[in-house]
């Protein structure tokens, strides 16, 4: 099962709601609504969108350089990293993540968003003052 595509609740009262500017807020929606899981061949996987720069541009209703700035503003912020290439961009917005658990001799998965991780990590980074 894909991990749940809705924003946390804790982004509206969050440090990053206050940082993401409006046109990367649409574009980083508009990718979270398209993710996919992405297997690797070493057994990763990865939740992932790809567009090409005139869907991204339509969508967006922004430039060719524009979407790159905001890919840019996504991946700084913390929230995706991106590949470009002539064919379009490939955004990266989160991972499978996998662990035994504890003595029940299960392996238990998940898929988590960056976003989501940083907003759960929010309350310790306060507390290290960082």
């Known amino acids: 099962m894909l991990a749940d595509r809705a924003l946390p609740p804790a982004f ?19 990718l979270r609504a398209r993710a996919r899981l992405a297997p690797t061949p070493s057994g990763d996987a990865y939740l992932e969108a790809e567009a090409t720069g005139a869907e991204l541009e339509r969508v967006i209703g922004v430039s060719k350089n524009t979407v790159t700035k905001l890919a840019r503003e996504l991946q700084i912020l913390g929230v995706a990293t991106f590949e470009g290439g002539r064919t379009g961009y490939r955004f990266r917005l989160g991972e499978r993540l996998a662990g035994p658990a504890g003595e029940q001799s299960l392996l238990l998965t998940a898929e988590v968003y960056y976003l989501d991780a940083r907003l759960a990590d929010s309350p310790r980074q306060a507390g290290r003052g960082g």
Do not use: N, T, V
Request: no cysteine; aromatic share 16%; proline share 0%.
């Open 12 to 30: 509206a009262h969050s440090d990053l709601f206050e940082r993401i500017g409006g046109d990367a807020l649409k574009l980083y929606l508009w």
